[in-house]
């Protein structure tokens, strides 16, 4: 995590959104600083677009406010899409152009002038390896190179703030890692908010995650902090060679920190719950030790992070934000 | 180069790299051509002026214009690169203009392209040509006219077919403002204030006074104003829209 000296590029305070009494984005804020990486997640419908649209400046939002890089959106809308690079959902671009012209449009609405433009043109297709395709129309690419199209776009002056709605989303297994590639690359000097349902991304890109339901900030934290999250984080998972006997249980239910164990009688599999997520592990391998169970195999599980987030998504539609900066 | 260029050059190109450019203007020289040379009557009459050729523009653009504004929203709208476009450092204002000066243009390029008409009358007799200059500003003057309102009605909706109609009919109520067909269906209820206001309207009055060679600065003021109220509200309902 970033040292909070560091001034928020984004700053957004207590945003609603509602269109004609739905509540799509209710009381959210978070902060998004520049060299970090930021992982926006939420089912589908959540609120994640809507909060990017306002960021963006495309929507008004019904109260709160956005400031970027210390300005305020509202008052300044021009300059704050100066700074920002914007990738919509979808990566939406004029189908009929040519991925080079289109490039060198946007170039010239964001006032650069043909020469200029032109070089920033080449840089961005460049940077988003779009290779021998600039020359075709857009609306005859794959959609790998549709949303290459939609970061070049993005990138094309060098903003110190990205915000990425779903930029992995439809690519295949190698474009995902080239795609996710490219957002580390620029990750030291820009400030990247990213959106996806994949929760795998928050560990393969992001420094933080924040993760929105039903319109509202349910958690803002580290990946590590996710896991913790989870009932089952740190628990303890022995297989045995035979029969579990009906000792086992009891004897591991005795032990300091285990909250439960759970028995999975066909497969010889014991999993034991730490309380509050401590570490047992040791605790539990010296019991099977002493005991000479006839042990198979004993690690800690590896948390699944998409139940954590089925959880938080799910059951917790009041609960307000768990902040750790 | 300012957003305004930029949007405009984008737009213009748009035209011409798609089939729209070419049907629209064929389509336009051939209309133009059977209206003025058949149904006007261009040689029958005897005389030397473009009186048939002009008289039949508000009727062709009355369904030519809004097929070519239909899409200037609606389709960036359905595409979604409207969100593109308005999340660039650029204003509403300036998206507005640079499409309608775009779309403007190319209804200029394709009334410059009428020229052989205007040759071929030169060579069959001495025309009033100040006459023929005026006329031509004041076809384009409508023609934006048309257009304003066309892109304001885009600006409504995701639908170019729904944009086509909604333009259709509100431009034919504009070409007709001041005949008995409209003026009737105010008359009795509507205030007097209101029927003469529509009237006034009247995009066949305005550019018949302008076409007789009559130079009355209000029928050119008319007709600015009137684009600028359209583009006014064209702002108003992309901004309304984006939220949907």
Same mark, same amino acid.
């Given at each position: 995590?970033?040292?909070?000296?560091?001034?928020?590029?984004?700053?957004?305070?207590?945003?609603?959104?509602?269109?004609?009494?739905?509540?799509?984005?209710?009381?959210?804020?978070?902060?998004?600083?520049?060299?970090?990486?930021?992982?926006?997640?939420?089912?589908?419908?959540?609120?994640?677009?809507?909060?990017?649209?306002?960021?963006?400046?495309?929507?008004?939002?019904?109260?709160?406010?956005?400031?970027?890089?210390?300005?305020?959106?509202?008052?300044?809308?021009?300059?704050?899409?100066?700074?920002?690079?914007?990738?919509?959902?979808?990566?939406?671009?004029?189908?009929?152009?040519?991925?080079?012209?289109?490039?060198?449009?946007?170039?010239?609405?964001?006032?650069?002038?043909?020469?200029?433009?032109?070089?920033?043109?080449?840089?961005?297709?460049?940077?988003?390896?779009?290779?021998?395709?600039?020359?075709?129309?857009?609306?005859?690419?794959?959609?790998?190179?549709?949303?290459?199209?939609?970061?070049?776009?993005?990138?094309?002056?060098?903003?110190?703030?990205?915000?990425?709605?779903?930029?992995?989303?439809?690519?295949?297994?190698?474009?995902?890692?080239?795609?996710?590639?490219?957002?580390?690359?620029?990750?030291?000097?820009?400030?990247?908010?990213?959106?996806?349902?994949?929760?795998?991304?928050?560990?393969?890109?992001?420094?933080?995650?924040?993760?929105?339901?039903?319109?509202?900030?349910?958690?803002?934290?580290?990946?590590?902090?996710?896991?913790?999250?989870?009932?089952?984080?740190?628990?303890?998972?022995?297989?045995?060679?035979?029969?579990?006997?009906?000792?086992?249980?009891?004897?591991?239910?005795?032990?300091?920190?285990?909250?439960?164990?759970?028995?999975?009688?066909?497969?010889?599999?014991?999993?034991?719950?730490?309380?509050?997520?401590?570490?047992?592990?040791?605790?539990?391998?010296?019991?099977?030790?002493?005991?000479?169970?006839?042990?198979?195999?004993?690690?800690?599980?590896?948390?699944?992070?998409?139940?954590?987030?089925?959880?938080?998504?799910?059951?917790?539609?009041?609960?307000?934000?768990?902040?750790?900066? | 180069?300012?957003?305004?260029?930029?949007?405009?050059?984008?737009?213009?190109?748009?035209?011409?790299?798609?089939?729209?450019?070419?049907?629209?203007?064929?389509?336009?020289? &051939? $209309?133009?051509?059977?209206?003025? #040379?058949?149904?006007? !009557?261009? %040689?029958?009459?005897?005389? *030397?002026?473009?009186?048939? /050729?002009?008289?039949?523009?508000?009727?062709?653009?009355?369904?030519?214009?809004?097929?070519?504004?239909?899409?200037?929203?609606?389709?960036?709208?359905?595409?979604?690169?409207?969100?593109?476009?308005?999340?660039?450092?650029?204003?509403?204002?300036?998206?507005?203009?640079?499409?309608?000066?775009?779309?403007?243009?190319?209804?200029?390029?394709?009334?410059?392209?009428?020229?052989?008409?205007?040759?071929?009358?030169?060579?069959?007799?001495?025309?009033?040509?100040?006459?023929? &200059? $005026?006329?031509?500003?004041?076809? #384009?003057?409508?023609? !934006?006219? %048309?257009?304003?309102?066309? *892109?304001?009605?885009?600006? /409504?909706?995701?639908?170019?077919?729904?944009?086509?109609?909604?333009?259709?009919?509100?431009?034919?109520?504009?070409?007709?403002?001041?005949?008995?067909?409209?003026?009737?269906?105010?008359?009795?209820?509507?205030?007097?204030?209101?029927?003469?206001?529509?009237?006034?309207?009247?995009?066949?009055?305005?550019?018949?006074?302008?076409?007789?060679?009559?130079?009355?600065?209000?029928?050119?003021?008319?007709?600015?104003?009137?684009?600028?109220?359209?583009?006014?509200?064209?702002? &108003?309902?992309?901004?309304?829209?984006?939220?949907?």
């Amino acid at each position: 995590m970033q040292a909070s000296s560091n001034p928020a590029a984004v700053e957004v305070t207590s945003l609603s959104k509602e269109f004609g009494g739905f509540a799509a984005v209710k009381n959210v804020s978070f902060r998004l600083r520049r060299g970090e990486v930021l992982g926006f997640l939420g089912p589908n419908g959540a609120g994640k677009s809507t909060t990017m649209k306002i960021i963006t400046g495309y929507l008004r939002p019904t109260r709160g406010s956005v400031r970027v890089s210390g300005r305020d959106l509202e008052r300044s809308p021009i300059e704050a899409k100066r700074q920002i690079g914007y990738l919509p959902e979808g990566a939406p671009a004029y189908a009929e152009m040519s991925a080079h012209t289109f490039l060198e449009f946007v170039a010239r609405v964001r006032g650069f002038g043909r020469r200029e433009g032109r070089r920033r043109a080449q840089a961005a297709i460049e940077r988003a390896n779009l290779g021998d395709v600039v020359h075709q129309p857009i609306e005859t690419l794959s959609k790998g190179f549709k949303r290459r199209v939609g970061v070049a776009q993005a990138i094309l002056h060098d903003p110190p703030i990205l915000v990425l709605d779903e930029p992995t989303d439809g690519l295949d297994p190698n474009q995902k890692h080239e795609m996710r590639g490219l957002i580390r690359q620029m990750a030291s000097d820009k400030a990247i908010l990213i959106s996806t349902h994949i929760l795998e991304e928050v560990g393969a890109v992001c420094d933080r995650a924040l993760i929105i339901a039903r319109g509202r900030l349910v958690f803002d934290g580290t990946r590590e902090q996710l896991a913790r999250l989870s009932e089952r984080h740190n628990a303890v998972k022995i297989s045995f060679d035979s029969e579990i006997a009906p000792n086992y249980p009891v004897a591991l239910r005795a032990l300091d920190g285990v909250a439960d164990v759970l028995a999975d009688a066909d497969r010889a599999e014991l999993t034991v719950i730490a309380a509050g997520g401590r570490c047992i592990i040791q605790q539990v391998s010296r019991l099977v030790q002493r005991e000479n169970w006839p042990l198979k195999s004993l690690y800690v599980e590896s948390v699944q992070l998409d139940d954590v987030f089925r959880d938080i998504t799910r059951s917790r539609p009041g609960a307000g934000a768990e902040t750790s900066s | 180069m300012t957003p305004v260029g930029a949007v405009f050059r984008r737009e213009l190109a748009t035209y011409f790299s798609t089939p729209v450019a070419y049907v629209f203007i064929v389509i336009f020289l &051939v $209309l133009a051509g059977v209206f003025t #040379f058949y149904i006007g !009557g261009l %040689y029958e009459r005897g005389q *030397a002026d473009l009186q048939p /050729f002009f008289t039949f523009h508000p009727w062709l653009y009355l369904f030519l214009i809004p097929a070519l504004s239909m899409r200037l929203w609606a389709e960036e709208r359905k595409n979604g690169t409207l969100e593109l476009l308005l999340t660039l450092p650029l204003s509403v204002t300036a998206a507005v203009v640079g499409k309608f000066l775009a779309a403007w243009v190319f209804t200029g390029i394709a009334l410059a392209l009428t020229f052989p008409v205007w040759l071929t009358v030169n060579y069959l007799g001495t025309v009033d040509n100040p006459v023929v &200059v $005026l006329s031509y500003l004041g076809s #384009f003057l409508m023609a !934006g006219a %048309y257009l304003a309102v066309g *892109a304001c009605i885009s600006a /409504f909706t995701a639908n170019q077919v729904i944009a086509f109609v909604v333009s259709f009919t509100l431009c034919l109520v504009f070409v007709l403002a001041g005949f008995p067909l409209v003026m009737d269906a105010l008359q009795g209820w509507a205030p007097q204030a209101l029927v003469d206001a529509v009237r006034n309207m009247s995009f066949l009055s305005h550019f018949e006074a302008i076409t007789r060679g009559v130079i009355d600065l209000r029928d050119v003021i008319f007709f600015l104003s009137f684009i600028a109220c359209w583009l006014f509200a064209n702002g &108003v309902a992309v901004e309304m829209k984006k939220s949907e």
